[in-house]
């Protein structure tokens, strides 16, 4: 009997100790991930490891070049955050009775300390409560769970601005070795007042997604996101400038011009979006990986109108993994550059056609499964298929060869007041009227000229069967086959020449014209 109490005192004793190696293994495998990001760098650690305790200390400073596209935009406050460091210090306690009666490996506590300029900032949020809480329970087999919490607070200035935050809860599950793991998010929601110039609100946010590293260096799994309302309303006017011309600059060198860059100014109005939802899924088969995406929402009200449902149900097949790692090294190396808007968007177009070269030439499959949206006007419903048949690196070089591969159908049902809605817009682009001086009339004559074209231009391509017209919803089929466009399988296009659209002279007479405009 005295050998089996002292055996037993023997393991308690020794098996803290044991815990506490183990522990340290699973800490250094989180903290050489986190070295690895590209948003912090580490610097002053130690770790001091007791028999039934340890401490963990480390510094972490985010990276210059985190968030640098927008840092200058940000608040002065949330500027200083990101530039000062934050001092992480891990309390852990190591035992198989740690974290109550479930054995485990140790827990730990994360204390995160900060600058008396971070902290003077903070505080103006949180008071007296940590901003930031962490625990992590690591168990026997190494598998763990991270709980991290940031909690509410209600702040106002004397100018009118209030934020009410609901706080955020996390837990994230994870493996051993970090190769997949599970992270749940809930937020119950956000209201922002900017005095008299408008809100910002949200309602009961959650996310989960699940992640696997695949040994082509991608992350796989799924994810889900839903939101119950969102909510934006502002009081003076927005301007925007879309600059949809850089969508074709990305695969060609097509350049047609500024016509189809909408511009303009949203009056002061309103949106609100109920019940958003957003999933992924992402799986690799031997060297292809296959992708399907959910996004819709019920109820869209942009201010006096109401939108929805929406419904997008999209995949893409066939894509080609070592690309798609490739990519995604290119695209964190960029993340570490500090380039402008011109720099980055010349460096993403190399990298699609270098490093991405592979997503083109192995004949992926992007597939519109559905696309419906009620509107004022009525549904939008839209079903198709895109990709690339047999198509080679030189062909990217060449527009011609290039749209000679790609096999496209596009079914479309669209209401045609939403056609001259639409053209109405672009008009006004290339048009520029001065109401205050031309009056209303005059941007109402414009609009009517341009409903009248486009009424006259279907009722053309019906007749030539082009299309069909029911009760104000146009029908058509869209091919692009071989080089050939078809509208409801008729040739409306024949295949481009060659020396129209090589890479130093594309479409040459007809770009030319657009530009100088």
Not at 110 to 122: D, G, H, K, N, S
Not at 298 to 322: C, W
Not at 365 to 374: A, C, D, G, K, V
Not at 474 to 491: A, D, R, S, W
């Amino acid at each position: 009997m005295a050998t089996l109490v002292v055996v037993l005192l023997l393991i308690i004793l020794i098996l803290p100790y044991y815990l506490g190696i183990k522990t340290k293994q699973s800490l250094q495998k989180q903290q050489s991930l986190l070295a690895q990001n590209s948003m912090v760098t580490l610097s002053e650690h130690t770790y001091q490891r007791g028999w039934f305790t340890s401490t963990e200390t480390m510094t972490i400073h985010f990276k210059p070049t985190f968030l640098s596209g927008i840092q200058q935009k940000l608040p002065d406050n949330v500027r200083t955050v990101l530039q000062q460091p934050i001092t992480v210090v891990n309390h852990i306690h190591h035992g198989l009775f740690a974290s109550g009666f479930k054995p485990v490996r140790a827990r730990v506590n994360t204390e995160f300390q900060y600058t008396p300029e971070t902290q003077q900032i903070l505080a103006r949020f949180f008071g007296q409560q940590a901003p930031l809480r962490m625990e992590n329970v690591i168990d026997l087999n190494g598998h763990g769970n991270i709980q991290l919490n940031i909690p509410a607070f209600n702040y106002e200035e004397l100018s009118g601005i209030k934020l009410i935050w609901e706080g955020l809860q996390s837990s994230i599950s994870y493996a051993p070795d970090f190769d997949q793991y599970d992270n749940e998010i809930k937020t119950p929601g956000l209201n922002v007042i900017l005095a008299d110039k408008g809100t910002l609100s949200y309602k009961n946010l959650t996310i989960h997604t699940h992640t696997e590293n695949s040994q082509s260096g991608l992350s796989l799994g799924h994810s889900k996101v839903n939101l119950e309302k969102f909510n934006v309303q502002w009081q003076q006017g927005v301007s925007y400038d879309v600059r949809l011309n850089d969508l074709l600059n990305f695969v060609s060198d097509l350049q047609i011009g500024a016509f189809i860059n909408p511009t303009g100014s949203v009056p002061p109005s309103r949106i609100e979006v109920q019940n958003l939802y957003f999933s992924t899924d992402m799986q690799q088969k031997e060297q292809w990986v296959d992708s399907h995406g959910q996004f819709g929402f019920d109820k869209l009200l942009y201010g006096q109108e109401t939108y929805g449902p929406l419904n997008i149900d999209a995949a893409a097949k066939h894509l080609d993994a070592q690309s798609l790692a490739a990519l995604k090294n290119k695209f964190s190396e960029l993340a570490t550059q500090n380039l402008n808007e011109e720099e980055l968007r010349n460096a993403i177009v190399a990298a699609a056609r270098h490093e991405g070269l592979g997503l083109f030439t192995h004949d992926p499959l992007i597939t519109l499964n559905r696309f419906t949206l009620q509107m004022p006007e009525g549904l939008v419903n839209i079903q198709g298929s895109f990709g690339f048949r047999n198509l080679q690196a030189a062909d990217m070089q060449q527009f011609g060869s290039m749209i000679r591969k790609v096999q496209s159908q596009m079914n479309l049902s669209i209401p045609q007041t939403i056609l001259e809605n639409f053209a109405v817009t672009q008009a006004r682009a290339l048009f520029t009227v001065d109401s205050s001086i031309e009056g209303e009339n005059a941007l109402a004559d414009i609009d009517q000229t341009i409903r009248l074209m486009v009424d006259t231009s279907l009722k053309a391509m019906a007749q030539k069967g082009y299309l069909t017209t029911d009760q104000g919803i146009v029908n058509t089929t869209v091919q692009l086959n071989n080089g050939q466009l078809l509208f409801n399988h008729k040739t409306l296009m024949a295949e481009p020449e060659e020396e129209n659209w090589d890479e130093e002279g594309v479409a040459a007479s007809s770009a030319t014209a657009v530009n100088e405009q």
